[in-house]
Every structure is written in structure tokens, then in C-alpha cells.
């Protein structure tokens, strides 16, 4: 069984994604970042710089257990382990890819620092959030011309779309306000109205 240890984050909720499309068996270690439990010397063993998710699993690849840190890493080492979710042809295979990086990059990014403005700095500036939030909506709006014509943003269902849902979901109301981004919302509905999502969706 696989040690998952998570917040209710976007980078949490893709791993979680990922572990219930595929159907793997784990056990959730809630790792309460407003209390600062990624601090304590027990997590920071597993990740030194005290970010989740972290995933310890011990039926890895050579018999030792393996503690794997970064979501994009753990959905594309899972992809692996399953031979889910990540196509076996190389072109299509390095499209997925990129697309994963455009979600755990470019978008979880700017997202990210939507929150860190918002909710964490010292000194709140509404500038710099509409900065950001137009920023995330660039990359959205990729996504959504990427989208027209398919149901995935790779040639099949994949880690790609696992990894963007999570911010897509966090931040719907600023899509929504948007008002122009109509095949990322037809495809976010596609993918919420599935059973696995929906559970890891749910707060740990």
C-alpha cells in the first residue's frame, strides 16, 4: 500500500487524481500545512524543503521502498508503476508530457502565486493579483484552444489532464468570469462527473 502524504492543494488533489483513476491502493497521512506539520523533522525526512505531496512506496521498482516528492514526478512514476494514463507511442506520448508541464508549470504557477498574494504576503497589492490572474488565464486559454476538436488535452485521457484539473477546479470562478474559455469548462465538467475524481477531490 502506498503511503500518500497531503493537503488540500491542487499539487495534493492531482496525486490523489491519479491514485484512484488508477486504482491503487494507499493510505492518506494528512500533512496540515496551517498548523506547519510540514516542518516537523518526521516530513521533513521525506522532503527536506517541507512541500507536499510526498508518496512512499514500497513495492518500487529494485524491492526498496521509494519516497517520490513533486506531483508531476509521482503521476508520471504512477503512469509508470501502472502503465496508465501516459500513451505507449512516443510522439503522443511527449505531447501528454507537455501538456503536464504546461499545468504543473505554467499554470499551477500562477495560481500558486494568486494564494501567496491573496493570502499570504505581508503587504496585499489587488494589482498584482489581477497581474496574475490574467496571467493564469493566458494559460488557460492554450488549454482551451487546445481543447477544441477533443475530448483530452493529449490524444487520450492522461496524466496531463489530471494534473491541470486541480487548478482548473480551484479557480473556476475566475474562468467562469471569464467568459471565453467554453472547451476548458466542457472539459472540466467531463472530468468532474467522473466517479475517481470526484472522491480525491474530497478534503483529506
Wanted: aromatic fraction near 8%; hydrophobic fraction near 45%; charged fraction near 20%.
Amino acid at each position: 500500500m502506498i503511503d500518500f502524504h497531503t493537503y488540500d492543494t491542487s499539487n495534493g488533489q492531482r496525486v490523489a487524481i491519479m491514485l484512484e483513476e488508477c486504482g491503487l491502493a494507499y493510505r492518506v497521512h494528512k500533512v496540515d500545512l496551517s498548523r506547519g506539520e510540514q516542518l516537523r523533522p518526521e516530513f521533513l525526512a521525506l522532503k527536506p524543503s517541507g512541500a507536499i505531496p510526498v508518496i512512499v512506496d514500497p513495492d518500487a521498482p529494485g524491492g526498496e521502498p521509494l519516497a517520490l516528492a513533486q506531483s508531476g514526478a509521482i503521476l508520471l512514476y504512477l503512469a509508470e508503476k501502472t502503465g496508465r494514463f501516459l500513451p505507449a507511442d512516443p510522439r503522443r506520448r511527449a505531447v501528454a508530457q507537455q501538456w503536464l508541464m504546461h499545468a504543473v508549470s505554467d499554470c499551477a504557477a500562477a495560481s500558486g502565486t494568486i494564494y501567496v498574494l491573496s493570502a499570504r504576503v505581508p503587504e496585499k497589492s489587488p494589482a498584482n493579483v489581477a497581474f496574475f490572474e490574467q496571467r493564469l488565464l493566458r494559460q488557460l486559454r492554450a488549454a482551451d484552444a487546445r481543447l477544441a476538436g477533443r475530448d483530452w488535452l493529449a490524444d487520450e485521457l492522461s496524466v496531463a489532464d489530471f494534473a491541470l484539473y486541480p487548478v482548473y477546479a480551484v479557480r473556476k470562478a475566475l474562468v467562469d468570469a471569464a467568459g471565453d474559455l467554453p472547451q476548458l469548462t466542457r472539459w472540466g465538467a467531463a472530468l468532474a462527473g467522473r466517479p475517481a475524481v470526484a472522491r480525491a477531490m474530497q478534503p483529506v
